[in-house]
């Protein structure tokens, strides 16, 4: 049984859009809105940002993110229909169409601390639309935020704007993953918008729709109710995620049994109803979206007074903690239970290849974990900057003694370097970098204390020809159990 295409019919006058003011240059703005402004040469779009650095490296030949492609698509349409700019005011009063793409980070004190989404940003760019707009606007939710958000948006925007202006409310998720972000937004799997089942909600929809019709195929473009539309961007994630935990819990169970986790995904993958993606067992997702929504989605059960559903929920990121911790006692067991004053090089820092971003990266935790019984950690990775990698351990609450830290922690600039002198190896990023196609890992052990031992938190490694090399080699979901019957 498979889900039914929504069926809206938007066959209604509704007006062009010539300007696009997106709100937020960050990891989903600027892609976002540079995609379209490729895309679409006869639309203007201005990217604006409270954050003057962030804008300037936008004007720069060194962007403030890392994204494989996104360097060309930025310098073709870059001062021709794409602006980057602080000056939000006039973006606002001058575009059509208005994409509100600001941060949502999970809630530090108050009511939902530790759950709920911080809607500030939201609400604050809301408000600045409201006070500055000078003619009828379609606002659209980019950012992912609790269902029914749009509402708010909408009291906000009619109780504050000036009398006479319409402001038509959208839901236009994004579902961009970070790394292939300029593929992703190339070739979309599909566009969802939201809209409210009205005349002008259908007419807004439909401007929205004109604009990615530019490039993407038109049965790829979905709209449906904004409710619907809100909720899917949080079922997507939580989705995605339970798949990661799913397979993380049944690494566990590989590595207590002999079995291997690969070919139990593999095995699974093939049946058409689960599918082959996401099924990769790793030491735990990271990044900006996965945790924040669920944790989200959690606290929406809960207030809608559903704590099954709540707790069903909170199990997928209570595993991810879980498969974090368990991947580092590994690594201490192994190494005879103790690494007290023990080198280990962690290559990888960032949450997953081919981006900067550390946002919730599992290699933070684990190294938490490895400084809290005493191990000297060297970390190397090839597109996080030093001064991140400082940023996020020295974080309140994790560590706040920045000379102890530097005492305990180095940074490398090659995987050679961290690991040399090292009783062990760490990979916590799948970068292609770090496969034993592309390393020499012969060097690598020569260089290291013995035994040398190499964690794979990734399985990115052939583990038969490192331990050929000399290495002893630990997978996630994988034992050398001895094949044979007992
Ligand atoms: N990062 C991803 O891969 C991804 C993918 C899909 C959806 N999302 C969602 O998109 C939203 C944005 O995420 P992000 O990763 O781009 O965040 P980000 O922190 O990289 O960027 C947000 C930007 O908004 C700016 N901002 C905040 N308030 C503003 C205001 N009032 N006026 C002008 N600028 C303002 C900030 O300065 C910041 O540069 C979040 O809701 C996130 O959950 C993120
Ligand atoms: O089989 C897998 C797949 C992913 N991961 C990890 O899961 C995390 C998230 O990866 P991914 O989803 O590829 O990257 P994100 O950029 O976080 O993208 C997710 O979050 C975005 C923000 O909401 C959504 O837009 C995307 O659709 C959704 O994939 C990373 O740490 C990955 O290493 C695994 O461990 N195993």
């Known amino acids: 049984m498979s889900s039914q295409r929504p069926v809206r019919t938007l066959d209604v006058p509704h007006k062009a859009i010539k300007k ?17 402004a490729l895309k679409c040469p006869h639309i203007d779009v201005t990217i604006v940002d409270l954050n ?4 300037d490296a936008w004007n720069s030949d060194n962007l403030p993110i890392y994204e494989p492609g996104l360097d060309e698509v930025v310098k073709t349409a870059r001062n021709r229909n794409l602006f980057f700019s602080t000056d939000v005011d006039k973006a606002i009063i001058e575009a059509d169409l208005i994409f509100v793409s600001v941060n949502t980070p999970t809630k530090k004190s108050g009511v939902g601390k530790g759950y709920a989404a911080d809607l500030g940003y939201v609400e604050s760019a809301t408000r600045h639309i409201a006070k500055v707009a000078t003619s009828d606007k379609i606002v659209v939710e980019k950012s992912t935020v609790p269902c029914r958000t749009a509402a708010s948006m909408r009291k906000i925007l009619e109780a ?42 259908f007419a807004a929809a ?53 079995a291997d986790v690969d070919e139990v995904a593999y095995a699974v993958g093939l049946d058409s109803r689960i599918g082959p993606k996401f099924l990769k067992a790793s030491v735990g997702f990271g990044g900006s979206c996965f945790q924040k929504d669920i944790l989200n989605l959690v606290y929406l059960s809960e207030s809608l007074h559903l704590p099954d559903v709540a707790e069903y929920w909170r199990q997928v990121v209570a595993m991810n903690e879980s498969q974090k911790r368990r991947f580092t006692e590994h690594i201490i067991s192994s190494l005879f239970n103790t690494i007290t004053n023990k080198r280990i090089a962690v290559l990888g820092f960032a949450f997953k290849k081919d981006t900067g971003d550390t946002r919730e990266s599992s290699a933070i935790t684990i190294i938490k974990y490895l400084r809290a019984e005493q191990a000297k950690v060297a970390i190397y990775d090839p597109k996080v900057e030093e001064s ?12 706040d003694d920045v000379t102890a830290l530097k005492k305990q922690v180095s940074i490398s600039s090659s995987a050679y370097e961290a690991a040399a002198g090292a009783d062990a190896v760490v990979i916590c990023t799948e970068w292609d970098e770090f496969k ?28 038969n020809k490192l331990e050929k090399i000399g290495f002893k080699v630990e997978c996630i979901g994988r034992s050398r159990l001895e094949e044979t019957f007992e």
Not at 218 to 234: A, F, G, P
Request: charged share 20%; hydrophobic share 45%.
């Open 52 to 55: 003057q650095a962030r804008i």
């Open 206 to 258: 439909s401007s929205l729709v004109d604009v990615y019709a530019n490039w993407v195929p038109r049965e790829r473009v979905i709209t449906m109710n904004v409710w619907s539309s809100e909720l899917s961007k949080l079922a997507a994630n939580a989705l995605l995620a339970q798949r990661i935990s799913s397979i993380n819990a049944l690494s566990a169970i590989c590595e207590a049994t002999g």
């Open 436 to 463: 034993d196609t592309n390393l020499d890992y012969e060097k690598i052990y020569a260089s290291m204390n013995k035994p040398a031992f190499i964690f794979d938190g990734r399985l990115i490694l052939n583990q």
């Open 160 to 201: 504050n704007g000036k009398a006479g202006l319409r402001f038509d409310i959208l839901s236009n998720p994004e579902f961009l993953a970070e790394g292939t972000a300029v593929k992703d937004l190339d070739a979309p799997d599909r566009v969802l918008i939201g809209s409210l089942d009205t005349a002008s909600g």
């Open 388 to 399: 991140q990698i400082w940023f996020d351990l020295a974080e309140p609450g994790i560590v």
């Open 20 to 36: 696009i003011c997106c709100i937020g240059a960050g990891y989903v703005g600027g892609p976002t809105c540079a995609t379209i």
